[in-house]
């Protein structure tokens, strides 16, 4: 058995997606029948199955694949046989419900300090990350690197699958917390790691949460969003668009689903006419932010959409900005 799966559902997938695909301790991870045939490099694997519940999701930046695993195997044969690839007893046992705070019950986080001299190796990768830059971590909204300290003063419930997977976060992880306190957002400072990030909720809510970092004008209706904590934070730092003057918040959802991440600012900010700024990753093409501006055009007013010309994305330098007016 490999998870919740047959061992047969790995040959499914070799015969439909080839190899390789790769087996790891929580997902089965392969090449994306959805988005693959677009890319160049073909090999790279961004099809994530879990191993504990039949979903799968692609990392892709502008792909939408996801959904359970029905979805997946007729689009692979035309027809689902789910049921021949999963235990249901395995799956019964493996399905647990995480108790979180009701958003009825507005959950006040506490942050433990930071302690540097403890976590030198996760100080020196944010560092990296900002590009040493002069900021003082300690304004940094949220941020958390002793992840064992922050699930006990918060009281977080610890249900199986986080106590497995707890001191490996712990370890080698640097969480943030999002602006209205529903997840912690963590990412792994390991950047050749196949496991990036990590979403541990921590309160329900009715809107898509999102990472804030504040803009310089609060009265602005200009938002800048991206798929990337990092973007946002590095673009606040240096300002190579020239935009934070005229920025109302710079937002990240670690998603490229701007059209849940703008309508939760639009309710949160009360912002009805919005002028949107888009870092974007390379690898997302412009046709993807024209359907997000059309089936957005009521809550839109400009949407701009810039790339870095001389690197994936806006963390990456040399940034050297092109501008596409939707």
């Known amino acids: 058995m490999i998870g919740i799966y047959n061992d047969d559902f790995v040959d499914f997938l070799k015969q439909h997606l080839g190899d390789p695909v790769k087996i790891k301790s929580k997902n ?3 090449k994306c029948p959805f988005c693959a045939s677009h890319h160049i490099d073909k090999e790279h694997l961004h099809l994530y199955i879990s191993t504990e519940i039949p979903i799968f999701h692609c990392f892709q930046a502008g792909c939408s694949g996801h959904g359970n695993i029905s979805k997946l195997i007729k689009h692979l044969q035309g027809y689902d046989t789910s049921d021949k690839f999963i235990d249901k007893t395995l799956l019964k046992e493996s399905v647990k419900k995480v108790k ?5 019950q507005p959950f006040n986080v506490q942050y433990p300090d930071l302690n540097i001299s403890l976590f030198q190796n996760k100080m020196f990768y944010l560092k990296k990350r900002l590009k040493f830059a002069n900021v003082d971590i300690n304004t940094i909204y949220g941020l958390v690197f002793d992840i064992d300290k922050f699930l006990e003063i918060n009281n977080i419930p610890i249900n199986e699958n986080l106590f497995r997977l707890k001191d490996f976060l712990h370890s080698n992880f640097v969480g943030f917390v999002t602006k209205h306190k529903t997840t912690l957002i963590l990412r792994n400072i390991d950047e050749n790691s196949d496991f990036r990030y990590y979403k541990l909720k921590l309160q329900n809510s009715k809107f898509l949460d999102y990472y804030q970092v504040p803009g310089f004008n609060p009265t602005s209706n200009q938002v ?7 973007n946002i934070m590095s673009e606040h730092i240096f300002d190579t668009l020239n935009i934070n003057k005229s920025t109302r918040l710079f937002a990240s959802a670690l998603s490229s689903k701007y059209d849940s991440l703008l309508k939760s600012i639009v309710f949160h900010e ?3 006419r919005t002028n949107v700024i888009i870092l974007s ?6 046709d993807f932010y024209k359907k997000f501006r059309k089936y957005n055009n009521h809550i839109i007013d400009s949407l701009t959409v810039c790339y870095n010309k001389t690197g994936k994305d806006f963390n990456e330098t040399p940034v050297t900005p092109v501008r596409y007016v939707l």
């Open 270 to 272: 009360q912002i009805f």
């Open 281 to 286: 990753d390379n690898g997302i093409d412009l």
């Open 224 to 230: 800048v969003l991206s798929e990337g904590i990092f």
């Open 28 to 30: 089965i991870i392969a």
């Open 100 to 104: 979180v705070f009701s958003e009825d």
